[in-house]
Structure formats: C-alpha cells, structure tokens
C-alpha cells in the first residue's frame, strides 16, 4: 500500500471485506467498521512480536481503502506506521492471519443446523475466553446484520451470507 491511500498490486498484506451493495443501512456498516477494527486489534495485540507495538503510543493506525466494484463495496485494510505513514506489512500479516485463523476455529465450534433448522449438536466446549475470541463472536454477529459479507486474506475466505457460512 502507498501512502497516497491507494493499494500496490500485490496486496499480499491486506485485509478484504466485501459487502454486497445496495441500500445498506449506515447503523449497520458503522457498527462493522468499529467491531472490525477492536477484533483487529486484539489479533494484533495477541500475536507476540508485535505486541510491543501496542505497549504505548503512538499505536499503529489502522486504514481502510474502500471500492466498490461492480455490485459490491471492497474495504481494504492494513496497519501503518502512525509516524512514517508507511504500511506495517509483517504486522498485517501476522495479525490478520491470526484473526482469520481464530475466526474459522471461532465458526467451527458453532453449533451446526440439521435439516429442518434445529441443531443437531450443541455448541463445542471451549476454554478460550479470550479478548479475541469475544470480539470475533461480536463481529460475527454484526456481518449478519449485513446479508452477504466475504471476508479474506493471503487465499482464504469466510462468506456470511445470513445464517449460512462458508469457509474457503
């Protein structure tokens, strides 16, 4: 990413939110931009190395390059440097494969749905209370709010379309 805002070409190092577009409520996106960027955040904050990076101000900012293209609203992401404006590439790399990571184990453990809507087995156990995994089930719950949300980085994807979730 330069630090005119606009994306270099190989994106390895960002973020991709897209939201099919139409009239989407400003309460709701709103909503998702803060639980985004607080679970963003805490992945960042969980990953050792560079959790010295939120020790003290200045904190990295983090930034959203938004596109749309063709129907649909892409929102590019990526932490940068709050002093040099330069993007923070191993940073975004750790911390965005971290919450995808967490937010596929977080959707596994879900309850899953039998044929006729009801669950056919109850919600895994889990020991991990952790800050991230509280502000990934938040987040989850507000991209539902949003009809069909595809989340990815570095290859993998995770699609919310409704109560139906995919993993890619």
């Not at 109560?163 to 890619?168: A, T």
């Given at each position: 990413?330069?630090?005119?805002?606009?994306?270099?070409?190989?994106?390895?190092?960002?973020?991709?939110?897209?939201?099919?577009?139409?009239?989407?409520?400003?309460?709701?996106v709103s909503s998702l931009l803060r639980t985004l960027q607080a679970a963003l955040?805490?992945?960042?904050?969980?990953?050792?190395?560079?959790?010295?990076?939120?020790?003290?101000?200045?904190?990295?900012?983090?930034?959203?390059?938004?596109?749309?293209?063709?129907?649909?609203?892409?929102?590019?992401?990526?932490?940068?440097?709050?002093?040099?404006?330069?993007?923070?590439?191993?940073?975004?790399?750790?911390?965005?494969?971290?919450?995808?990571?967490?937010?596929?184990?977080?959707?596994?453990?879900?309850?899953?749905?039998?044929?006729?809507?009801?669950?056919?087995?109850?919600?895994?156990?889990?020991?991990?209370?952790?800050?991230?995994?509280?502000?990934?089930?938040?987040?989850?719950?507000?991209?539902?709010?949003?009809?069909?949300?595809?989340v990815g980085f570095a290859g993998r994807w995770v699609v919310f379309e409704s109560?139906?979730?995919?993993?890619?």
């Open positions: 990413m330069e630090t005119d805002g606009r994306p270099v070409e190989d994106g390895q190092h960002l973020l991709e939110v897209v939201l099919d577009t139409g009239y989407l409520s400003v309460s709701n955040r805490a992945a960042a904050r969980a990953s050792d190395p560079s959790h010295d990076l939120f020790a003290e101000p200045p904190y990295p900012a983090l930034r959203v390059w938004a596109m749309p293209e063709e129907d649909r609203l892409v929102l590019r992401l990526a932490f940068f440097d709050p002093l040099e404006a330069d993007p923070l590439e191993s940073l975004c790399k750790m911390a965005f494969t971290l919450f995808l990571d967490r937010l596929i184990e977080l959707i596994k453990r879900l309850p899953q749905r039998g044929l006729w809507g009801e669950s056919v087995a109850g919600a895994q156990t889990t020991t991990d209370d952790s800050e991230v995994t509280r502000r990934l089930d938040r987040l989850r719950i507000e991209i539902r709010r949003l009809g069909r949300v595809r109560d139906r979730v995919e993993l890619g």
